[in-house]
């Protein structure tokens, strides 16, 4: 009985912690992202933009980044769901982004990438 329920116990854990983002997950995720992206405040631009602060902010809005004109009039604002949809297939979220990514198909990959841009402020 006793161990019936501990096993219970230990389930509940296990869903619960595969449900929340990891943000610390999402870092070490995000050194695929890191050969085109910097993520310092006022960090250079490099193949993409700089990201800190993304989160929250108006798409194609990095001082002095080229963006394509497909993001620069997408209208969007990078909420976790518009990241999370951008992280998981770049260019069906912005059809001719020059984002060349092809995304992380891995939903919960997706959260801890979209947890940790969240941080980043
Ligand atoms: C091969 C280089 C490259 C890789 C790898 C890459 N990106 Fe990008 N990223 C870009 C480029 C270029 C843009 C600008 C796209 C445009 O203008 O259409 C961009 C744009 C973005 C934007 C929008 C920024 C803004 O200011 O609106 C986000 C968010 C982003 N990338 C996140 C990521 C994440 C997260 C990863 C990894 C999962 C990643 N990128 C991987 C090159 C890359």
Redesign the pocket.
Known sequence: MRTLFLSAAAIALLVSSAHAADAGNGKT??A??A???TVKKGGPNG???N?FG?AG??????PG????G???NSG?T?TNDK?KS??TA?ARL?P??????G??SNPKQADD?VAY?GSLK
């Open positions: 995720i995000f695929r992202c050969i085109c992206h193949l993409g933009p990201l993304v902010r108006k798409s194609a809005s990095a980044f080229m963006y394509s497909a993001l620069k969007i990078w990241l951008w992280i770049p912005v001719g982004t020059k984002m060349a990514f995304g992380i990438v841009l």
